[in-house]
């Protein structure tokens, strides 16, 4: 038979996309408090890279074109 391929989407609506930056930020800002960063230095650095990549793409959607 032949194969068939499933693709789905994420369709946002604008102001999902706007809530997806602002949850990354928020995240972003509460992992940044020296007690949490101290004791948890490597979900700090793991997490703010994907919260950041979250945070540039929501910003990126949201805006409009």
Same mark, same amino acid.
């Given at each position: 038979?032949?194969?068939?391929?499933?693709?789905?989407?994420?369709?946002?609506?604008?102001?999902?996309?706007?809530?997806? /930056?602002?949850?990354? %930020?928020?995240?972003?800002? !509460? &992992?940044?408090?020296?007690?949490?960063?101290?004791?948890?230095?490597?979900?700090?650095?793991?997490?703010?890279?994907?919260? /950041?990549?979250?945070? %540039?793409?929501?910003?990126? !959607? &949201?805006?409009?074109?």
């Amino acid at each position: 038979g032949k194969a068939t391929q499933h693709t789905q989407s994420i369709d946002l609506t604008d102001d999902q996309q706007g809530w997806v /930056a602002v949850g990354a %930020l928020t995240i972003l800002t !509460l &992992h940044s408090v020296r007690p949490i960063r101290d004791l948890f230095y490597e979900m700090f650095y793991y997490g703010h890279i994907v919260m /950041a990549a979250l945070y %540039l793409a929501g910003c990126w !959607l &949201h805006w409009d074109k």
